[in-house]
Every structure is written in C-alpha cells, then in structure tokens.
C-alpha cells in the first residue's frame, strides 16, 4: 500500500497488480472500500490494477467533522493520477460519478472511464429537497473515526447531481485524446447517468466490452508510432 | 455617526500593533466542540444579555466585527460571533463547506440556548443565516442579512462551449492548487503589504481598517504576517449548486426579516439592490440600502447599520433565563 497525501488528509492507494502495461484506477462506491484483490470482473486487464480508499474510506483519513462532497473525492483522485500518470477508471456507484467529474477536470490523464453499479451512483437527486441540519447518529452508522466514516454516508448520499452538470464533464472529457471516452455498463440508471448514457462520446457497453476496447486504445495513445 | 472613513483618519499605525477607533476585542473568547471541530467563539457585551448570533462571510473572520459589534451590545444584546473553521483561530480540518458550516453553526447555537435567537449573517454568512432559518425556524427568531442574499446571476449570453471553456479552467485551477496547497502556507508579509493585498479584494476598505484587521487575523510569524486563513482554500468555485434553489427558500421565510445591502459595485459583492431583492425576499422583509457602501456595509458605516439593526430588533428581552451564560 502506498499513502498519499491530499491537504491534511492520507489517502491509501493499493498495488493490486503489478505489471507493464496501461494503469487501471478502481474507485470503490460509497461505504465500501478497495478490493484486497483483483476482482474477477476485471482479471482480462492486461496492465496494472490499482486501486484507492476514497477520504473517510477504508484505510484512509477521516477527517474530522465531514464536509464531505464529490468535487474533493475528485481531487484525492487526482492525487493518485499525480504518482501513477495516465489511467483507465472503473468506478463503482460513487466512484463512477467521481470518476466522470475527474475524467472532465483531467482529460488527458484519464484515458477512459467505466461507469458500473454500487452504493451512492444516485447521490442526492437532481436538485435539493427541504433543508435540514443532520448531525449524524453514530450509535446508528457507526463510531464517528472509523472507516466508513458517517459524515461520508451522510454528506455523499445527499449530494446533488443535476443532469446538466453531469453532462458538462461529459463535454470536458471529450477534450481529451478518446472519441469515446466513457462508458456506461450499470444496470441503474439515475437521472444524471440517463443524460451521460445518451451524450455525445459516451458508449453503453458491457464491462468486459469497455474493459477490451480501453485496454487496446491506452497503449496506442501512450505511444502512438509503436502501434 | 462616524464612518469607517472618519475613523480612519484618526487610526495609529505602528510596526505590528494598530489603534483602530471605536475597535474592541471581544470580552470574552472560548472554544466549542463542533462534534470534533474546536471552533473558536467571541463573544461582546454582557454575559446575561440576550444573545444575537453573528456569522461572518468568507474569507474573513469574526473580529471583523470589532467595531459593529460593541455597538449592537451597546443596545443590551450579546453579540456571540465565531470563526468558520479553517478560518481565524477555529481549527483547521481537512475539508469544508456550506453543510459542515451549517452544522458548526449549530453547535455554536446549541451552546447558547435551546430557544431562538436573532441571527446577523454577512456574505457568506447571509447565505449560511437563511439556510439555518429555512432549516431550523424555530431557533431563529429574526433574520438579519448583510449582502448575503441570492441574486440570479445567469449568463444566457454565453454558449456552453464557451461555459465548458470557464469551467476546465476553472477545475484545473483548483485541483493544481489542492497538489500544490497540500504542503504549503500563505504568503508571508509585512503588516502593511499584507493590508494592501487584501485592498485588491476589498477596494472601498480604508488602508487604516485593514492593517487593524491584519493584527486581528493573521498570525506574526518570524518572516511575516499571514492571514490565518487555510491554505487549501481558494477564491471561486465550482459545483452544480444555482443560486434559484436559494431563492426558493427565501421567500418562505416567516420571522421578521431585515436586509441590508449598499448601492456601490466591489468585486466581492452580491451585486443584488432592492429591486433585485424585493421579488423573492418574504413579503414582510424589510430591505434597506445604505448609500455609498460596498458590500461591507456593517464595517463602512458601523454606527448607522447598528442603529437599523437595534431599531428592527426592538427591546432585548428582558432576563435570558433560557441561555447559557459564556463561562
């Protein structure tokens, strides 16, 4: 396990294959944590396979007090993109979302996203409903300092994600070198993902189909007069 | 009624202290848990009054109400402000934001009274004033707000392509300073530099009132002055929040409602009049604008947005019986 560092925060990034070749990034959903191994889902990816604990996560920092939103998972992806360079995203749920604001902000760095199923892919709707101040019950979600940390439960779930903002980091994802850059294999399909599913550049394929056709196309960009 | 300006000119500059007139430290200062947040609190006037809850905008911090606030506890309320965290002497935590405010916000509340209090929020702290009155109207028993009320600041002239541009410069912008800012500080300064670079943000704040605020919110190291601001934070944004959904709220509001804006343009103001306001504001609210100020209305004429405020609050209560006394 390597440790990274994002402001004040460690965040756990973990070596789960090891081998030459395109990077591949699993971003878990919400409240789950990295995987120990490579799942069987994604055993065909030839390259390496990495994998991080999102803040409050797994073995990563909780900070104190949340302030949790997917704009700074978004940056602790960044910092894994900052040790490892360009890669290939799978995110799960919550970190399929995270993974296409990070796909938008970076571009060139992201070479390609895969948007499946798991906990948090709907967040908070597509707008705010009536507002309230939770202060989270950690008799009920668990002791306030351990992974998953409540305020991440709390604050990730309730996180609104408008159709259009998604759809902007759709368009910000096609500056980069892909046609194609994302794909959609989820069952589920909330409404900010119905609009990415239906962009321009957006491909809804399986995941052994994405997996294929990004794993083929990385190494082309990284060397374009090798191929 | 003096004016920040006629204050001003009788202001004392020297090499790391500043006679400001009319300023005072807040008599009492402690600190709340905020469910593991230490938030530093300030409080003016007496300990048995009536308590007035005060929220600062962004990027500032609570002794930004050195001169108004000795002035509305002058009219018998004890004026009870605190730092945000990751901002003045409240602890730095590694994230932040508009929810995380909000609830610190109550933490400061619950350590006050079980019942409803005035809040005052500026900027910022406007915004974050009429979420906690939406959220919680039974602990709020008037609303006071200072340039922090939504505006509809759409740009219909401005193609998305010309929309995807901004934001990819924006969100480069940010994730470069979250890699750089994970080891960095603020720029040092001298106390007088350090005033003058906070002028470019605030251009109608006298040179005199931002070298008191330097010696009241940044720290004297031994290379310089900093404002003790965190790092990792940066002017702008980005997000999928719309200013409308604060509109919504705003108009539901039922306890008596005073805001108060000025009538001159700055970069960091909200740029909504009367005019703008009166359409989504609560039929009720009191809207008034204090000619030739910025968005600092409170700081540029302390002496008169205390009078508006202790008139629209009327005769503290008599007697606190459901507050906690500041130990």
């Known amino acids: ?227 | 009624m003096p004016s920040m300006i006629d204050r001003s000119r009788n202001a004392v500059i020297r090499e790391d202290s500043v006679d400001f007139p009319g300023a005072q430290a807040p008599d009492r200062s402690y600190r709340v848990d905020a469910a593991g947040v230490g938030i530093a609190v300030h409080e003016w006037g007496d300990r048995h009054a009536p308590p007035l809850l005060a929220i600062h905008g962004g990027f500032d911090f609570a002794r930004t109400l050195d001169v108004f606030a000795p002035l509305v506890a002058a009219g018998g309320w004890r004026v009870v402000s605190w730092d945000h965290r990751n901002h003045g002497d409240s602890e730095l935590v590694a994230m932040h934001g508009f929810a995380a405010d909000l609830r610190d916000a109550a933490w400061v509340l619950k350590s006050l009274t079980d019942g409803a209090v005035p809040v005052l929020g500026h900027s910022k702290g406007g915004a974050l004033s009429l979420r906690l009155a939406d959220s919680w109207p039974h602990r709020v028993s008037h609303l006071i707000n200072i340039d922090g009320m939504p505006a509809r600041r759409k740009m219909p002239d401005v193609s998305d392509t010309e929309r995807t541009k901004l934001l990819s410069t924006e969100l480069e912008g940010w994730l470069d300073h979250h890699r750089r800012a994970s080891t960095g500080q603020r720029k040092s300064d001298t106390l007088e530099g350090l005033a003058r670079r906070r002028a470019k943000m605030n251009p109608r704040l006298t040179h005199e009132w931002l070298c008191y605020l330097v010696t009241v919110g940044a720290r004297h190291d031994p290379d310089g002055w900093r404002w003790k601001i965190d790092p990792m934070m940066r002017m702008g944004g980005f997000g999928p929040w719309r200013p409308d959904w604060a509109i919504e709220g705003l108009a539901g509001l039922a306890m008596p409602f005073l805001g108060i804006v000025g009538d001159q343009s700055e970069p960091m103001g909200w740029e909504a009049g009367e005019e703008e306001l009166r359409p989504f504001v609560p039929r009720h609210a009191r809207l008034e604008t204090v000619a030739g100020t910025g968005h600092f209305v409170h700081i540029e004429e302390p002496d008169k947005v205390a009078a508006l405020v202790l008139e629209f609050l009327g005769r503290p209560p008599s007697g606190a019986a459901q507050t906690r006394a500041a130990s």
């Open chain 1, 1 to 227: 396990m390597m440790t990274l560092v994002h402001g004040r925060v460690r965040l756990a990034l973990y070596a789960l294959r090891d081998n030459a070749g395109p990077h591949l990034l699993l971003l878990h959903g919400l409240g789950e944590r990295s995987p120990e191994q490579v799942p069987a889902a994604v055993d065909s990816w030839r390259g390496s396979v990495h994998a991080l604990d999102l803040t409050g996560h797994g073995a990563s920092t909780v900070p104190s007090g949340g302030g949790y939103s997917c704009e700074v998972m978004m940056a602790d992806v960044d910092a894994a993109l900052a040790v490892l360079g360009p890669c290939t995203i799978l995110g799960r749920g919550l970190g399929g979302y995270v993974g296409l604001l990070i796909a938008g902000a970076r571009p060139t760095l992201v070479r390609g996203l895969i948007i499946d199923d798991g906990p948090g892919l709907a967040g908070g709707g597509v707008r705010p409903g009536s507002t309230t101040i939770t202060v989270p019950d950690a008799s009920v979600l668990g002791r306030v300092g351990n992974t998953p940390d409540p305020y991440a439960l709390l604050e990730l779930s309730n996180d609104v994600r408008p159709p259009d903002y998604a759809e902007s980091f759709v368009r910000l994802a096609l500056q980069g070198p892909l046609d194609e850059p994302i794909s959609v294999c989820s069952v589920a399909r909330p409404p900010w993902l119905a609009a990415v599913a239906a962009s321009f550049g957006v491909r809804t394929e399986s995941l052994a189909s994405a997996l294929t056709r990004l794993a083929v196309l990385e190494p082309l960009l990284a060397d374009p007069n090798g191929a």
